[in-house]
């Protein structure tokens, strides 16, 4: 479980996971390097995490490769919606488990570079779909055991349209994946049962009685 900083902190550890991804990528496929003759240049690329606000300025902003995340929906986990406290947290509240909905989105003139590095993080994603303690950013103080899955999200054509039609930029090619589980710890309650005080008082009934 993570505190409050978790759903920023999976969007930045994604951004920073796949930037550190890309320039080994590149490094790999430098000339004179890997199978002789077999690699063109790869195009550069910058990485961002972007708001929603921040999405729609993106449009003037293409003179550079760029991917983008933008978280776009939460919604809590269907399948942790109803737990409740018991043996797995019998001294603390439920946690709240969330799941993340990312469009990932490529910003480029040239087509082979669009189509090139949304190939690259989509097959990253595919052979990494884990995020784990030692990719998750220590400051939402993640649990050494925890772990957010990164899935392609089931986005037909129609939701990707609607999508794309609620911001002002127009239609760039883009994928969408979600996080979970994401568990956001709640305070800690105290293990001891409540106290109830009583005071009893025994003797004759005619002694106590006014």
């Known amino acids: ?42 195009p550069d690329c910058s990485f961002r995490l972007l708001s929603s606000l921040a999405l729609d300025e993106m449009e003037d902003d293409t003179d550079n490769n760029v991917l983008s995340l ?22 603390r509240e439920v946690p709240l488990s969330l799941d993340l909905h990312y469009l990932m989105t490529v910003w480029s003139k040239s087509a082979v570079a669009e189509q090139l590095i949304l190939a ?29 899955q990164i899935i392609p999200a089931e986005l037909t054509h129609e939701d990707m349209m609607r999508i794309w039609d609620a911001i002002k930029p127009p239609y760039r090619l883009s994928f969408g994946y979600v996080a ?3 568990r956001i710890e709640s305070e800690q309650i105290s293990s001891d049962r409540p ?16």
């Open 1 to 42: 479980m993570a505190n409050v900083w978790a759903i920023h902190s999976v969007g930045d550890s994604l951004v920073t996971y796949l930037r550190n991804m890309y320039d080994a990528f590149i490094q790999q496929n430098e000339p004179g390097v890997g199978a002789p003759g077999a690699v063109n240049p790869v």
């Open 120 to 148: 690259w993080a989509m097959r990253q994603l595919h052979s990494h779909p884990i995020l784990d303690s030692s990719y998750l950013s220590t400051q939402a103080n993640w649990d050494s055991e925890e772990v957010v």
């Open 180 to 182: 979970r589980v994401v």
């Open 195 to 210: 106290v109830v005080a009583s005071r009893l008082m025994w003797g004759d009934l005619a002694e106590v009685t006014p």
């Open 70 to 91: 933008c978280l776009y929906r939460v919604n809590i986990n269907e399948h942790l919606r109803n737990l409740r406290q018991g043996s797995e947290f019998p001294h």
